[in-house]
């Protein structure tokens, strides 16, 4: 139940669907493609697919986030929730606590694939939702790490 009235946007995090993408994929991937991987696959299944008309949950997702953009106690919760996310992610990759250069790298590589997933959640704003988000997440992480780091979503 919502605590207050940035709990109502910010319900329902794709935070555990993501991390379980992360967790079922192959630890012999680079980071990029794990968490980049799991984040287009998470943007595909919470915009209902491949679809030409926009669904009811992709249409709540993009309203959602253009009040997230237009309200400033909603991006602070925002910034908090992605935090949270990091978090979730790099516990999942699973790499070894003890190690500190596997945390960092860790750390670093979903830290980027999430700034790469957040230009992408902007660009979708902007333009009312007409391109698909995994497909924009897909060209944002290209842009940032190359082709080879999203070879196997790549549509073009």
Same mark, same amino acid.
């Given at each position: 139940?919502?605590?207050?009235?940035?709990?109502?946007?910010?319900i329902?995090q794709?935070a555990?669907?993501i991390?379980?993408r992360?967790a079922?994929?192959s630890?012999?991937?680079?980071?990029?493609?794990r968490v980049?991987g799991?984040?287009?696959d998470?943007?595909t299944?919470?915009?209902?697919?491949?679809?030409?008309?926009?669904g009811a949950?992709e249409?709540?997702?993009?309203d959602?986030?253009?009040?997230?953009?237009? +309200?400033?106690?909603? /991006?602070?919760r925002?910034? #908090?929730?992605q935090?949270? *996310?990091?978090?979730?992610i790099v516990? &999942? $990759?699973?790499?070894?606590?003890t190690?500190?250069d596997?945390?960092f790298?860790a750390?670093?590589?979903?830290?980027a694939?999430?700034?790469?997933?957040? +230009?992408?959640?902007? /660009?979708?704003?902007?333009? #009312?939702?007409?391109t698909? *988000?995994?497909?924009l997440?897909?060209? &944002? $992480?290209a842009?940032?790490?190359?082709?080879d780091?999203?070879?196997t979503?790549?549509?073009d």
């Open positions: 139940m919502p605590k207050c009235k940035e709990d109502l946007v910010l329902d794709p555990q669907l991390a379980e992360v079922a994929s630890a012999t991937q680079p980071l990029v493609r980049g799991a984040l287009i998470a943007a299944a919470l915009t209902g697919g491949n679809g030409d008309e926009p949950n249409r709540f997702l993009l959602c986030l253009r009040l997230m953009v237009s +309200t400033p106690a909603l /991006r602070a925002h910034l #908090d929730s935090y949270a *996310l990091q978090q979730a516990d &999942a $990759l699973g790499d070894d606590a190690d500190p596997a945390a790298r750390q670093a590589a979903t830290s694939c999430m700034a790469a997933m957040h +230009t992408a959640l902007t /660009r979708w704003t902007e333009d #009312d939702g007409h698909k *988000l995994p497909d997440i897909t060209r &944002a $992480l842009a940032s790490f190359g082709d780091a999203v070879a979503y790549r549509k």
